[in-house]
């Protein structure tokens, strides 16, 4: 029986986000496959088992095996770079070198009937024969690349080359000549069908020949691709090929020879093969293809081509083409029938997966080496050659006694503690999990170590930003545990709000709150959607601003306030004259982030404000914080200007008069004259702009008829407080 411990009691018993603790759950096959696997497969069924043995056979300390043939005796051969050496391992495992070229690279090999032994090597682009560990040359098409090398059914050797695309075909005795033009740049791979055709993979047009031993061609597939890197053939006769493309690279040049291999000043041929392990790897169905005509060539592919696409796919007996799997970050090197199911190996993490049918591919092995360029069947035996280092696994057929995942390193943004972890299973006593913290984004020595985690989900991890969590599996003997999730509480620590922007409005404008439309709009200080939200990953629900309306004597207020832990926030609105000292509380509580006063709330005078916010909504009171901002001064006023207006003098009718204007908190801003209920007209100051709470003005009004007239003069300060004055003069 399943025993699962959720903690979704204790999370559904408390009703705001702080306070309540976030998931991070690793349960489908995209979350376990961005880990580290040891001796562990990943199931189509999202699970991680033990996966078969994994043994090293042999170490070549050569920096990468390109090819690989098996003889009918279960010898196993390697063709290696960049030395050009070629190594022997017995059934038992016992290697031997075999022969070292004076070529760089041992890209093809294959046997005959006889089990004689043929090496294609670059960059002479030269067929060598093996015998007794002898090398000879046999064969030389004058080209630069051997890419491909295999026997027809009569026991001829067909060779693919580059950088030309022909196929040569050379019987026994050592001639040969060219058989067929595929007008490709290069023959990267070969195999012969069960009718005795060959099947061919060129780059850079990524076609799939199938050409008769009479040499009439014909594509069976064009992949889309740059290249079909490897071929094969299944019992039942369906075909199988990979098929790679990213950007085009320069031709081939020399470079020096890696640490760990004999120099050589022959060497011409660049190979990339120290690739970074990619940070998330995602398979992705379909990819449009990426298109070409720069020729290029197997040796100057990386695993962590920017742009790489690979792909496998199966061409079926009767034309019909499958794919199988497809990805843009792993890029596959080797294709391989094997006991009813399709083997693949790929430059990400040295991995080996096995594909039984339709969206049933499983995860089969990660190798200690960075790349497993080949995969070959040895009689009974199945085995794995790698790149850095050029090595030979053997895939057995018994499960691992034991084995290891490491998930990726999890970023909770910041200093969190731990809850109870939880685990799905059916065999909990096979299954250890370990967690380590650090606040560092990559493990280092300053991490934890690691810290069992007990048959209760008790985590004994310290506090901090980053955790990590380990799964040790162990067989019971007769069957492997399942491991199907894993769930880490974990609780932020309470970071202080923060106000960081205080606004205060222009005098007369209000601020009014937006109604809610409930259809379409989510409600921002609803706690149950700010945590839906957070634990969907989502931003914070944002709050749907103000309106802004005239309004005479309205003073507004709006703020910005932040919570790393997107904590529902209120605010407490403080306020304080010039020269005061006590804060005096405005508004308690507040949901908005924006208030409105109307003027005449305050005396006149200078005033700041200052808003406090508190994440107490979200937290208990012993944990809840707050943070607070002051604002700009501003300027209260309610009283208008005082005018006085004073005749100067009559002159030919004409009525010049004195305006004195003060007030007492704001600076005037403008004055206006009326005569006899006239039009208003601007009037400026003695000095020529009114920029001062006391102004002297002299006004000269054009010529009057007599009578009896009233001069009116009304003065604003910057509140939009108006004084109003007035004069009555008689013209005779």
């Known amino acids: 029986m399943k025993r699962i411990f959720w903690l979704l009691p204790f999370a559904a018993a408390i009703p705001l986000l702080a306070v309540t603790p976030l ?410 999990i370990s967690t380590r913290t650090g606040n560092t984004s990559v493990p280092d020595k300053t991490w934890s170590d690691w810290e069992p985690v007990d048959s209760t989900g008790a985590n004994a991890s310290p506090k901090a930003r980053f955790i990590q969590w380990k799964a040790a599996l162990k067989s019971d003997g007769t069957k492997s545990p399942r491991l199907g999730s894993v769930k880490v509480p974990y609780l932020q620590q309470n970071f202080r709000p923060e106000v960081t922007n205080i606004d205060v409005l222009l005098s007369g404008v209000a601020l009014q709150k937006v109604p809610l439309n409930q259809g379409n709009n989510i409600n921002p200080n609803d706690p149950a959607a700010i945590r839906a939200n957070a634990r969907a990953g989502q931003p914070r629900i944002q709050a749907i601003p103000p309106r802004r309306v005239p309004q005479r004597g309205a003073q507004s207020f709006q703020w910005t306030a932040t919570d790393k832990n997107q904590d529902t926030l209120t605010y407490d609105l403080y306020y304080r004259a010039e020269n005061e000292r006590t804060w005096k509380l405005l508004k308690k509580d507040l949901e908005d982030n924006f208030y409105t006063i109307n003027s005449d709330t305050l005396p006149d005078g200078i005033y700041t404000v200052r808003v406090v916010a508190s994440d107490q909504p979200s937290n208990p009171a012993e944990i809840a914080s707050r943070g607070e901002m002051e604002s700009r001064p501003f300027t209260i006023d309610n009283t208008p200007p005082v005018v006085t207006v004073s005749l100067d003098r009559i002159e030919n009718r004409r009525v010049r008069i004195a305006i004195e204007a003060a007030d007492q908190t704001s600076t005037l801003s403008q004055a206006e004259v009326a005569i006899d209920t006239g039009d208003w007209r601007p009037v400026f100051p003695k000095d020529g702009i009114i920029d001062e709470k006391t102004e002297s003005f002299s006004y000269l009004s054009g010529e009057l008829p007599p009578g009896e007239h009233i001069i009116a003069v009304r003065v604003y300060d910057q509140n939009d407080n108006a004084g109003m004055g007035k004069l009555v003069v008689r013209i005779p």
């Open 23 to 432: 998931f991070w759950e690793t349960r489908t096959y995209d979350d376990f496959r961005k880990g580290k696997l040891s001796n562990v497969s990943l199931t189509s069924d999202d699970e991680l088992i033990l996966a078969p043995r994994f043994d090293l056979v042999f170490n070549t300390e050569q920096t990468l095996v390109w090819s690989t043939v098996a003889d009918s005796k279960g010898n196993v051969y390697l063709g290696t770079g960049h030395d050009g050496k070629i190594f022997k391992i017995d059934p038992s495992g016992k290697g031997t070198m075999l022969a070292d070229l004076s070529e760089l690279d041992v890209l093809a090999l294959a046997v005959d009937s006889k089990d004689v032994l043929y090496a294609g090597a670059s960059p002479d682009g030269k067929v060598y024969k093996i015998e007794n560990g002898t090398p000879q040359e046999f064969f030389d098409p004058h080209t630069k690349y051997i890419w491909s090398l295999v026997f027809d059914k009569q026991g001829r050797l067909l060779v693919g080359t580059g950088d030309k695309g022909v196929i040569f075909r050379v019987t026994p005795d050592g001639k040969g000549a060219p058989f067929y033009d595929t007008d490709e740049t290069h023959v990267v791979s070969m195999a012969i069908d069960r009718d005795g055709n060959i099947i061919a993979g060129g780059d850079p047009k990524g076609y799939v020949y199938r050409i008769s031993p009479e040499g009439k061609g014909f594509v069976l597939y064009d992949s889309g691709m740059r290249e079909i890197h490897s071929v094969a053939v299944g019992p039942n006769g369906t075909l199988y090929a990979s098929a790679i493309s990213g950007e085009p690279a320069l031709a081939p040049t020399p470079t020096p020879a890696t640490s760990g291999t004999n120099s050589s000043s022959q060497a011409t041929v660049t190979v990339t093969v120290n690739a970074a392990e990619p940070q998330d790897i995602q398979v992705v169905e379909p990819l449009e293809p990426v298109s070409s005509t720069t020729p290029r060539a197997q040796t100057r592919r990386t695993a962590t081509d920017a742009n790489a696409q690979s792909a496998v796919f199966e061409i079926l007996p009767d034309g019909v083409v499958n794919t199988l799997w497809r990805s843009r970050d792993e890029m596959v090197f080797s294709v391989l029938p094997y006991d009813g199911k399709l083997l693949f190996s790929t430059g990400a993490k040295g991995r080996i997966y096995s594909v039984e049918g339709p969206k049933n591919t499983t995860l089969l092995l990660e190798s200690t080496e960075e790349q497993t360029t080949r995969l070959i069947q040895a009689g009974n035996r199945l085995y794995a050659a790698s790149a850095n280092i050029g090595k030979l696994f053997r895939i057995g057929d018994a499960l691992a006694t034991s084995g290891t995942y490491e998930s990726t390193v999890k970023d909770t943004d910041a200093v969190s503690s731990w809850g109870k972890l939880t685990w799905r299973s059916e065999e909990k006593n096979l299954i250890e």
